[in-house]
């Protein structure tokens, strides 16, 4: 079997093929609701029973939105930004470098603004300061801008107890608003601390999200001219390249959010959409892999304030400036992140065979630290592993970003590893953590036996879930004008692949950038074309095939097109 992706790493094999089953009732909701039984299948998959929860499910409105105020001391935060706004008194937003920090950042710079305040912006230098409230941080905050009287932590400040003590021996009162797992030291010194970890609901949201329900609060409790409705755009730029769960009030939010961004009258976004190519109709995907990225470059290799004054710009020419220099860092950091990619990958290689190695610790002095989270995620796709990459500077120190795979949580991991290490913190599924470089083989140690306990032999074997078997003829219009409202696609609404087995390739197609292929499928008289990314040109399987495929859409000079995409392709096994 061939992947589309293949690199000549070890424990690379092909992952097995597991077809989920179908849960019953999907032919009665198909009866109920008119809807193709292809869909009802996807849909009682993902736990829907009823026509009225398929209806806002395929069709949610902004008037189903929750009141923001149950949110965990979301009161208390209002209050004290009301008084700030009375008082006119000086407030800095202090946030995260990256795409949910500066989202979360330009919406409440612009919701407060809208109430009379103007804010200080400040965002952490990632090479200096680091990631969240540090002491250095705060030294110069306070040189650019004084003393605050308010400062709101935004995607940060949950678990920074020691700096926030600081700050309130200072005098200053702190509102944080954040995502983040809870400290196991207790709640952190603030006035108010809006995170929905406190609480039992609303896990789900990043900081964006949690901005534009503080926004929405204040507007409920004190009226003035700003439509929150036009802030979309933000906090679905926000809330996808964050990579939270697209689910419940989320996915409503990115759905209406993508389509105000494909409208969006924002200079900054406008220039920011032409210089990645992306026009008219957006997905989570342009978002992902174009907008997100150059957004991100700035804070991975210099600061992070270009992509805030961008989103913030008002001047086209200046706007164009800016998107121009987020272009340039982008390409820079494609260019270092291939090179530590290929330094990872010969550490890798030097390991061996990797069946009896549970978790990745890799490490150099030479690796830039804004792009080791992204390398990676890379390895831990590629080789099924929890995989940690770490930057050392001249004195030891290192810093490093983790991602995990299904099963095992980067934060208990963590903290199972607490004593070996500086700091550390962040998500399941992704988190950073700091090292000194004389601890790195033991807390490799420590880390790989947190691993060891947790996952299973058959947890660290790759598995290609196929969501549905399907026949070509199943993909009539009625499916995919339907289908197309199961979007976004994204984290927990993930995007289905289908399994269409001895499918007849018409080769040998044609070539695309001399390593993709673009092919014909047919099977029992209905044909559809095809994109296979990465293929083995030089071994295709013999057909007829298997494959695992996704049906997309996508607008060619204003018109709406399907086509599939393959995951994977494998000789066709016998009925």
Known sequence: MALASEIPLPNTLPPRWLLKPVPEGAAELAADTGLPLLLTKLLTQRGFETAEQVQDFLVPKLASLGDPTVLPEMGIAV????????????????????????????LMHLTLKAYGLETH????????????????????????????DLLLALDC????????????????????????????????????????KLGTEYHYFCTAGLVFKVAHALLKTRRVEF????????????????????????????????EALAQTQRTGLRALK????????????????RLGPRLNAAGRLDTAST?????????????????TLLENHNRDRQAVELEVFNEAEQQLLAMGDLEHIPAIVLGSRKWHPGVVGIVASRLSRLVHRPTILFSFDE???????????????LVEAIEFCREHITRGGG????????????????????????????????????????????????????????????????????????????????????????????VMLSQDGASMEARWFNAPLKNLPKPPWDVAMRVQRNFWRGEEQWQLTLDAVRTAEAD
Request: net charge negative; hydrophobic share 40%; charged share 25%.
């Open 79 to 106: 209050a004290r930004i009301l008084k700030a706004v009375d008082e006119k008194q000086r407030v800095a937003l202090y946030g995260d470098y990256d795409v949910d920090g500066v989202t979360s950042m330009a």
């Open 121 to 148: 912006l400040f965002l952490p230098s990632r090479m200096e300061e680091g990631y969240g409230l540090s002491m250095d941080g705060f030294a110069r905050l306070f040189e650019e801008f004084g003393k605050p």
């Open 157 to 196: 400040g949950t678990t920074s107890i020691k700096e926030l003590t600081w700050l309130q021996e200072q005098g200053v009162d702190c509102v944080i608003v954040d995502h983040h797992e809870l400290s196991p030291f207790g709640r952190p010194p603030c006035v108010a601390l809006v995170n929905p």
């Open 227 to 258: 439509d929150l409705k036009e802030a979309l755009d933000l906090v679905a730029l926000g809330t996808v390249a964050d990579l939270v769960p697209l689910v419940d009030e989320n996915r409503l939010l990115v759905r209406r959010g993508l």
């Open 274 to 289: 032409e210089i990645a190519g992306v026009d008219g109709f957006i997905q989570t995907h342009h978002v992902g892999f």
């Open 307 to 323: 992509a805030l004054q961008l989103l913030l710009a008002e001047d086209p020419l200046v706007a164009a400036d800016y998107a």
């Open 395 to 409: 004195n030891g120190m290192g810093k490093g970003s983790g991602r995990s795979i299904p099963g095992f949580s």
């Open 427 to 518: 998500h399941a599924m992704a988190a950073g953590v700091s090292v000194h470089e004389d601890k790195l083989e033991v807390f490799r140690e420590r880390f790989s036996e947190a691993a060891r306990r947790a996952l299973s032999e058959e947890a660290l074997t790759p598995v290609l879930e196929l969501d549905v078997e399907v026949r070509l003829r199943d993909l009539s219009l009625d499916f995919l004008r339907n289908f197309r409202l199961m979007e976004p696609f994204g984290q927990r609404n993930h995007e289905p692949v289908f399994l269409c087995r001895r499918v007849t390739p018409r080769l040998p197609g044609r070539l695309m950038k001399e390593k993709h292929l673009r």
